[in-house]
């Protein structure tokens, strides 16, 4: 049986689903909700570390994650996780961590299709000239949680 919890966060709303024993998902979204009847005590450990993370006390996530994707996109999403709190990696060398250096399009298709934001960072994914490019959640929100790292580092 799967849950779903809109989490009212700093940078807006935060959609998170869980099935029994794991995260799903966590989406930045424009949904709001005044019906969370739905917070198990998995989805209250994730908001408890997703304040910590906005409270500038978190630097890493120990959660139990079960995004769905394909064999790449999972290879993908294990790589962001390698990104340090508070740096960028461009395409490019996302595209060497997962051993394909030919790859940086499907690196971006991937970091799109990542349902975990901020806990698999693809926010620290920039182009290969340190622009801010491509993010599920706005280039806004992208823009404020790299501030954030760089301020709590």
Same mark, same amino acid.
């Given at each position: 049986?799967?849950?779903?919890?809109?989490? $009212?966060?700093?940078?807006?709303?935060?959609?998170?689903?869980?099935?029994?024993?794991?995260? #799903?998902?966590?989406? *930045?979204?424009?949904?709001?909700?005044?019906?969370?009847?739905?917070?198990?005590? *998995?989805?209250?450990?994730?908001?408890?570390?997703?304040?910590?993370?906005?409270?500038?006390?978190?630097?890493?996530?120990? @959660?139990? @994650?079960?995004?769905?994707?394909?064999?790449?996109? $999972?290879?993908?999403?294990?790589? @962001?996780? $390698?990104?340090?709190?508070?740096?960028?990696?461009?395409?490019?060398?996302?595209?060497? +961590?997962?051993?394909?250096?030919?790859?940086?399009?499907?690196?971006? +298709?991937?970091?799109?299709?990542?349902? *975990?934001?901020?806990?698999?960072?693809?926010?620290?994914?920039?182009?290969?000239?340190?622009? #801010?490019?491509?993010?599920?959640?706005? @280039?806004?929100?992208?823009?404020? #949680?790299?501030?954030?790292?760089?301020?709590?580092?």
């Amino acid at each position: 049986m799967n849950h779903a919890y809109i989490y $009212q966060s700093t940078i807006g709303p935060i959609h998170i689903k869980t099935d029994e024993h794991s995260i #799903l998902s966590v989406l *930045l979204t424009n949904e709001i909700c005044n019906d969370n009847h739905d917070k198990t005590p *998995l989805i209250e450990e994730c908001i408890n570390q997703l304040e910590g993370y906005f409270n500038g006390k978190r630097k890493h996530f120990d @959660l139990p @994650l079960n995004p769905i994707g394909t064999e790449f996109q $999972q290879k993908v999403w294990q790589a @962001l996780q $390698q990104i340090p709190y508070g740096e960028t990696r461009s395409y490019k060398e996302v595209a060497h +961590m997962v051993g394909n250096v030919k790859a940086s399009r499907a690196i971006g +298709m991937a970091n799109n299709k990542n349902p *975990l934001h901020i806990i698999v960072p693809c926010h620290r994914v920039v182009g290969s000239d340190g622009t #801010l490019v491509g993010y599920a959640g706005g @280039l806004d929100k992208k823009r404020w #949680l790299l501030e954030h790292e760089n301020k709590h580092r």
